[in-house]
């Protein structure tokens, strides 16, 4: 069993609705969570970053923690054409110097 | 402009043979990483460096090695010993050792023919 388990998708909706995406772990000892952009052949672009239960909002980006459930997720207000790519989660733990633990990524896909 | 230049973007490569792959950073970044991207598997981690003349293995290091002679540079060698080296190859870097936060170069695709 992978300790980060992400639907891979595609998820594929209409522009203007919300992307929900999520991730779950295996491991309580992850304390630190990011959620990456990936476009195709490119590098993966960091957008969020939190590292304790709850909400934290950027722009059109929210990204959710739940420890108690060992579960996080991230969503899109207002999609756009635009915001068609992989999306990443990752994290961390405290004992495990910078070394990141990724899922495998959901690929979606804002239909005009 | 600050960033991390990989090169080349893409790179075919005989079986039998060693290829060096170029990671450059002008963000003054103390810790460089090394990742393998497959179809749905995710990042794995290759090696990773705190500081120059010092680097560590990472999840899957066989088969690979690395050099920080600089704290600009960290190369990767993929050796004739990687049975499976056709991926998508990404380096990484950090600002101080030990922050989570990565910011990642735009990759090079390696393929064995």
């Known amino acids: 069993q992978k300790e980060v388990e992400q639907d891979p998708g595609p998820l594929s909706v209409p522009e203007g609705a919300i992307v929900s995406l999520n991730c779950t772990y295996s491991n309580s000892a992850f304390q630190y969570f990011m959620w990456y952009r990936q476009y195709s052949r490119k590098g993966p672009e960091l957008l969020m970053y939190t590292y304790s239960s709850g909400n934290k909002e950027d722009g059109r980006f929210t990204a959710q923690v739940d420890k108690s459930s060992k579960y996080i997720s991230l969503f899109i207000r207002d999609s756009q054409p635009s915001d068609s790519a992989t999306y990443l989660c990752?994290?961390?733990?405290?004992?495990?110097?910078?070394?990141?633990?990724f899922g495998a990524g959901t690929q979606v896909v804002v239909t005009p | 402009d600050g960033g991390i230049t990989q090169s080349p973007k893409y790179l075919f490569r005989k079986e039998g043979q060693n290829v060096t792959l170029s990671c450059e950073q002008n963000?003054?970044?103390?810790?460089m990483y090394w990742y393998r991207q497959d179809p749905g598997q995710g990042l794995r981690l290759i090696y990773y460096s705190q500081i120059v003349n010092d680097f560590q293995k990472g999840d899957i290091a066989e088969g690979y090695s690395v050099s920080r002679e600089k704290k600009e540079s960290f190369p990767l060698t993929v050796t004739s010993a990687q049975k499976n080296p056709t991926a998508f190859y990404l380096c990484a870097s950090t600002p101080i050792a030990g922050a989570d936060t990565q910011y990642f170069g735009p990759g090079t695709r390696l393929t064995v023919l």
């Open positions: 963000l003054n970044h103390d810790a």
């Open positions: 990752a994290m961390s733990r405290t004992d495990s110097w910078g070394k990141l633990q």
